[in-house]
């Protein structure tokens, strides 16, 4: 997987969609409402659409509202990198991809569940591998 990864911004413009591109490598936001995960409930994991690096698994996502897929916590914690954001004059943490640099999203703390973490992450930054596993 890292043997391939890209380096340079013009190999990843190549490897990735423009709307991929804004969101992963310039920290871009999508529009909301238009990702095609957003509504996704099938059960199985979210990976780094840049490196294929496990993020979220389907046991953690939930409706938020928002227009983004939202999440209660990382799938690995060592997959994903949190970042003080203080761009658009506000007070953010971002949501990097840890093992390609890749910009996911930010987190909020007005989840639901104990922890209170609600991760908003764009869809375009996500692929999704589907698991056999029966919901429970
Ligand atoms: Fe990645």
């Not at 509202?65 to 914690?77: D, I, K, L, V």
């Amino acid at each position: 997987m890292k043997a391939k990864m890209p380096k340079t911004n013009e190999e990843w413009f190549k490897k990735l969609t423009p709307e991929q591109y804004d969101v992963l490598r310039k920290k871009g936001t999508e529009v909301a409402f238009t990702g095609k995960l957003l509504h996704n409930k099938k059960n199985g994991m979210y990976t780094c659409a840049g490196c294929g690096a496990e993020l979220f698994s389907s046991d953690t996502k939930f409706d938020s509202g928002t227009g983004w897929p939202s999440f209660t916590e990382p799938a690995n914690r060592k997959n994903v990198e949190l970042k003080e954001d203080n761009s658009h004059f506000m007070h953010r943490t971002e949501v990097i991809c840890k093992n390609c640099g890749g910009h996911l999203g930010h987190v909020f703390n007005d989840g639901p569940g104990p922890a209170g973490k609600r991760f908003c992450i764009n869809s375009c930054a996500l692929d999704f591998k589907e698991s056999n596993k029966k919901k429970k």
